[in-house]
């Protein structure tokens, strides 16, 4: 579309949609004009169409979903949807037994959908085996009754894909013995992201989801409502066109994961200079409903969620440390290290006649024995006093004890870039300067050809 052609849908103002007529603006985050009605994404210079992020589901439900019915929390205002064979008793989103059955209000018509693969045994059972790996989780949390309540839910995604470009600038180094050569990186990367996850429920952390990614796409199946029975789905209360920023956000991420992975290989050491200037467009999206074993737990005034990736059974969550816990685990540490102290305070002193015994053959008094065995002992004591006591202090007061469980972090670009489409990587960079580096015994090689360079490596070398 010419600039003259956009002026057309150009109002006193504001621009109009080229789709809908209705008001577009700019964002700052994409570079790009947005339509709040139809989704559609615009270059500002020229209205050219460059994506759409539609809002879905926004009409009234129709006869075809008759068969579903919806449960409102009068707690927290949580919305789900399931068949009217599944009761729901709680809400698993703050625990609330105050729920509202009603027929469906509005359209539920996801695009795909990933079916449950784990049950809730098995999702319990992983759960548990990840807690094992964290030591001072309170009772609760790896209590049965507690557990039990963990529930079946479909959760909202949009899956978004763009095309992707990305600016990077630099230093690298390459390591010839002592010599270094140092480059300047200027790269242009051009790659496509496919079916990147954004969590369109706000009940739920958005890092909590991603630490339970990734879902195994090759599994997508049409949606139908056949898969609902016996779970719940999560309606989403998060639109992509509400995602924008943290859309940006995580493609920025992905760029400088991007950037890292594909051209540090080459160089022995690289290093950006800047954030990498990005820009995606031809944004599309997906209406998904992935499988997540889900539950929210009130702990000490706060709020903590689990989660069970219900395709692939990965567990997360960001739990709380209980102190108490931590003292019991740190004093059995503090009992096993003490035994083994009296074990080896006990046994080196006695080896120590022996051995003189051995030396003498037997021509020393067992006065002398006794004696060596009580000196040898005071100095392994005397030295538990100075090293040994204040090495159990320092485990037992340890800081990292009491700090919450960290959640995972979202999968790397390797898992959504699509490897499939063209990847291009336009290479600027130049030589600098060839420098030496410092070695362990104490040498440094200074830049070649200069004379400093000459007289300080014939001085330091």
Known sequence: MSINQADRYQGTGSAKCPNCAANIFYNEKLSKLICSMCGGLFDPSSLKPVGRI????????????????????????????????????????CGSPTLIKRRLSKCFRPDVIIPFKVSKEEAIDNYLEWAKTHKGIPKKFVSESVLEKITGYYIPFWLIDADCKAEVTGTGQKFHGQDIENFKIDRTLVYKVTRVPFDGCKKIANTLMEAIEPFDYSELKEYNDMYLPGFFAQRYDVSALDMIDLIRIRFDNYAEGIVQRFSAGEYDSFKTLNTPGTHSENYSQIYAMMPVWFLNIE?????????????????????????????????????????????????????????????????????????????????????????????LKSKFSDDSFYESVTIDKAPNIEQYIDFNTKFNMEKRDSFLYMSGKWYDDGTKRFERGSIIGRILNNIFK
């Not at 009234?60 to 949580?78: L, M, V, Y």
């Not at 919305?79 to 698993?92: E, G, K």
């Not at 009992?335 to 021509?363: E, Q, R």
């Open 54 to 93: 539609e809002n879905r589901d926004t009409e009234e439900s129709g006869e075809q979903e008759d068969n579903k019915q919806e449960f409102i929390c009068d707690s927290c205002g949580a919305a789900v949807v399931t068949d009217y064979n599944t009761a729901a008793t709680f809400c698993a989103f």
């Open 299 to 391: 702990y000490e005034g706060s709020t903590y969620g689990i989660a069970v990736n219900g395709q692939t059974g990965k567990a997360s969550g960001s739990l709380p440390i209980s102190k108490k816990r931590v003292h019991v685990h740190a004093l059995g540490r503090l009992v096993k290290d003490v035994l083994k102290y009296v074990g080896l305070s006990l046994i080196v002193p006695a080896l120590v006649p022996l051995f003189i015994y051995s030396l003498t053959s037997g021509k020393v008094s067992e006065t002398y024995y006794m004696t060596a065995f009580l000196i040898c002992w005071a100095a392994i004591f005397l030295l538990g006093l100075i090293f040994f006591i204040p090495f």
